[in-house]
């Protein structure tokens, strides 16, 4: 089975890019979590980006963090936490498609929190 992927480039050219995807990858999906919560009867709950709503999540699962889940059986197979020195790609703005590693995060309460990578190229 092949998977296209289209994109953008910081310079703003196009990119297209198909790759193999085995069973195994096709069988999971990847979720940034953006509420975790306690519930009715002090059942815990965490959702993801695209509204999946997960019961008894891993307690050190927080907003942010992205997780792993089986399609077949719903339920997470790992998760990565959101912290300093791990390897991420920017998702958006003008900035989108950079891959580095987080050095710093500020947090700017009531407003947008800012996080700042750096490159393989050196930048910031």
Known sequence: RWMGAFGNSNTGA????????????AGYKLGKVS???VGLKGIPYCSTHDGRTFRYPHPDIAINDTIRFDLKTKKILDFVKFETGNLV????????????????????P???DIVHIRDSAGQT
Do not use: F
Not at 14 to 25: G, I
Not at 89 to 108: A, D, F, T
């Open 14 to 25: 196009a990119w297209l890019s198909s790759a193999r995807v085995t069973k195994e990858e």
């Open 35 to 37: 509420r975790v919560w």
């Open 89 to 108: 790609m920017v998702s958006g703005g003008r900035n989108c498609g950079r891959i580095g590693v987080i050095v710093s995060k500020e947090k700017h």
């Open 110 to 112: 009531g407003t947008y």
